[in-house]
């Protein structure tokens, strides 16, 4: 079982700046991609950016440029800087990780509970 926990959502005016956290525990063997992304809702969800262990990342084209991720892997854990937040922004974030438990294990999807972000105009 592997649990991901995100903290540092909230509410914000336009311009502003948020930082997620996202730290995963339980039986993790090692860590493949972690990531973010957001989802209105009765849309689909989708990528913010991710991030691999050994540090290449991927950007959404509507955040690339504001926000920035990063990654500790001796903590397991995913940060996600977000500056120059907009009103479009608003939206649920969740954290997710590609989690191998064991040596020569299958990689495994898992997903954080989601924490708000609010833009306020």
């Known amino acids: 079982q592997v649990d991901l926990v995100e903290s540092g959502g909230g509410l914000v005016q336009a311009g502003g700046s948020l930082r997620l956290s996202c730290a995963a525990s339980g039986s993790i063997f090692t860590i493949n991609k972690m990531g973010w992304y957001r989802q209105t809702p009765g849309l689909q969800r989708e990528l913010v950016a991710h991030?691999?262990?050994?540090?290449?990342?991927k950007y959404a084209d509507s955040v690339r440029g504001r926000f920035t991720i990063a990654r500790d892997n001796t903590k397991n854990t995913v940060y996600l800087q977000m500056n120059n937040l907009r009103p479009e922004d608003t939206d649920v974030f969740y954290c997710?990780?590609?989690?191998?438990?064991?040596?020569?294990?299958?990689?495994?999807?898992?997903w954080g509970q989601g924490t708000q972000v609010t833009v306020s105009s």
């Open positions: 997710y990780a590609e989690v191998q438990l064991g040596r020569g294990s299958h990689l495994y999807a898992y």
């Open positions: 991030i691999t262990s050994d540090g290449k990342t």
